[in-house]
């Protein structure tokens, strides 16, 4: 495999890793551009997502597309859930309360999750074999085509419920001002519901995409994803959908190109790097904007 090839297939395996970590960004972007709250149990939730996918396929013999469904559908209503009983009370508490309790979300996730399922690691069934494409001097499988169809597809229909829905019309003005939004009539609790309840499922969309392209889930999986997501949230600007999906992207491509070139160790290494370099040189991301604030 000559240099080119070597470089274009690293491209492909970085576009595909990129485009989980930008699926679990969006949640996280989204919280934050509403009620300025880093979601650290957002990691969990994609392993809850990842898991439901596992038995909806492997017990109940759901074909791919619907236990993708069902994940999405149990992680929106544990999102609202997370939402109305650990964050809505502490709304108006310091930013630190809702941080440690985020924390302990987080925690509480894992370890019921240990409980319930145990902490050994699952094989997620194999559902695309050996398929595969030759595109040039590119290989590319299934599991990578859907990768990028489904996230292609999810950015879309995301992108119309933002700019061209009712309930879209008011998350943009509740992430302006939410307390002018309230005085103009828009619900916030039923906004922010809706926000969790969307970040959520991308989440768990994320989780089933990784189980099929790498066969293994366990109840701790969501940690370092959910971490690296929100460095691709911090990359592209927190609270910028457009620079939830950059900011993915390019983690993605940066890790495969370390991989393949350096060293897998470096891998994670890299990503933090990155988070170090983007809070010295641009704080506000890359779509970010510097905000003045009157004190």
């Not at 880093?38 to 969990?44: L, R």
């Not at 290494?269 to 990155?274: S, V, Y």
Request: hydrophobic share 55%; proline share 4%.
């Amino acid at each position: 495999m000559d240099l080119m090839q070597q470089i274009l297939q690293q491209l492909v395996n970085g576009i595909s890793l990129g485009s989980i970590y930008a699926l679990i960004a969006l949640g996280y972007t989204m919280i934050y551009g509403i009620i300025k709250l880093i979601n650290f149990a957002h990691g969990d939730v994609y392993m809850v997502g990842a898991y439901t996918g596992f038995f909806a396929v492997t017990f109940a013999r759901f074909p791919l597309w619907a236990a993708i469904i069902a994940a999405m559908v149990v992680t929106g209503i544990l999102g609202v859930l997370i939402e109305r009983i650990a964050y809505k009370p502490l709304r108006n508490a310091p930013k630190i309360s809702v941080l440690i309790t985020a924390i302990g979300v987080s925690f509480f996730l894992e370890y019921t999750s240990m409980y319930f399922v145990s902490p050994t690691p699952r094989t997620f069934p194999d559902l695309f074999g050996d398929v595969a494409w030759s595109i040039g001097p590119l290989v590319v499988n299934g599991q990578q085509v859907l990768i990028l169809a489904l996230t292609f597809v999810l950015m879309l229909i995301l992108t119309y419920i933002v700019q061209r829905t009712k309930m879209g019309k008011a998350m943009r003005a509740a992430s302006f001002d939410t307390e002018t939004a309230q005085l103009m009539g828009i619900d916030a609790d039923k906004v922010i519901s809706f926000t969790f309840c969307v970040g959520s499922a991308l989440a768990a969309v994320a989780g089933v995409l990784v189980g099929v392209y790498y066969n293994s889930i366990d109840p701790l999986m969501g940690i370092m994803p959910g971490l690296k997501a929100f460095i691709a949230a911090v990359l592209g600007g927190i609270g910028i959908l457009p620079g939830a999906v950059a900011g993915g992207l390019i983690l993605g491509i940066v890790e495969a190109f370390v991989s393949g070139f350096i060293s897998s160790t470096f891998r994670d290494a890299a990503a933090f790097a990155i988070l170090i370099l983007v809070l010295l040189i641009r704080p506000t991301g890359l779509f970010g904007k510097n905000v003045k604030e009157k004190v």
